[in-house]
Nanobody, 116 residues
């Protein structure tokens, strides 16, 4: 089992920045993949960014060049740095981890609202 605790969401003006954190209850060193998804009202949950065990990253086209995912194995934490935020980035953001094939865990979600 893995418990995930997300933090860092909130209200920000367009063009602003936020950093989301997702702390895991045990070592993430061997986790195959960690990532962030988001779900806006009335829409399906979508991939935002992922980072693999060896540090390979992948981003949704809509956030490339603005968002950056990273992981700190010493702190058992994955981060999502979000810059140049737009109103369309407004959503609930969920942390997702895949420790091994067949195991998937989700965080409880953190709200990000981009509005003036």
């Amino acid at each position: 089992q893995v418990q995930l605790v997300e933090s860092g969401g909130g209200l920000v003006q367009p063009g602003g920045s936020l950093r989301l954190s997702c702390a895991a209850s045990r070592s993430i060193f061997s986790f195959l993949r960690m990532g962030w998804y988001r779900q806006a009202p009335g829409k399906q949950r979508e991939l935002v960014a992922i980072i693999t065990k060896i540090g390979t990253t992948n981003y949704a086209d809509s956030v490339k060049g603005r968002f950056s995912i990273s992981r700190d194995n010493a702190k058992n934490t994955v981060y999502l740095q979000m810059n140049s935020l737009k109103p369309e980035d407004t959503a609930v953001y969920y942390c997702n981890v895949v420790p091994d094939p067949g195991s998937v865990y989700w965080g409880q979600g953190t709200q990000v609202t981009v509005s003036s």
